[in-house]
């Protein structure tokens, strides 16, 4: 299974952008489909976007589309989500998946 860790989570005002990265470790990487999910306090955790192994299809939740941008570098085993025009409501833990594998969580704050 792999072991996957986050990074590039802060705070950030409106408008501005951040990068987040997951680095897997483990041979699977990729020939995996990887994910980035959010969790809010109160709320459930969500989908926000997905990308097949080859980096070739992605897909957004309806909320982020057009603002994040999910990709992969095969090379170096991680995962990008690239986040612009952030928003208040986009505050939340952001998590990496990847089969039954999560990460730990990265804080994101947008501020108003």
């Known amino acids: 299974q792999m072991q996957l860790v986050e990074s590039g989570g802060g705070l950030v005002q409106a408008g501005g952008s951040l990068r987040l990265s997951c680095v897997a470790s483990?041979?699977?990487?990729?020939?995996?489909?990887m994910g980035w999910f959010r969790q809010s306090p109160g709320k459930e955790r969500e989908f926000v976007a997905i990308?097949?192994?080859?980096?070739?299809?992605?897909t957004y939740a309806d909320s982020v589309k057009g603002r994040f941008t999910i990709s992969r570098d095969n090379a170096k085993n991680t995962v990008y989500l690239q986040m612009d025009s952030l928003k208040p409501e986009d505050t939340a833990v952001y998590y990496c998946?990847?089969?039954?594998?999560w990460g730990q969580g990265t804080q994101v704050t947008v501020s108003s």
């Open positions: 998946n990847g089969g039954t594998a």
């Open positions: 483990g041979r699977t990487f990729s020939s995996s489909a």
């Open positions: 990308i097949n192994w080859s980096g070739s299809t992605t």
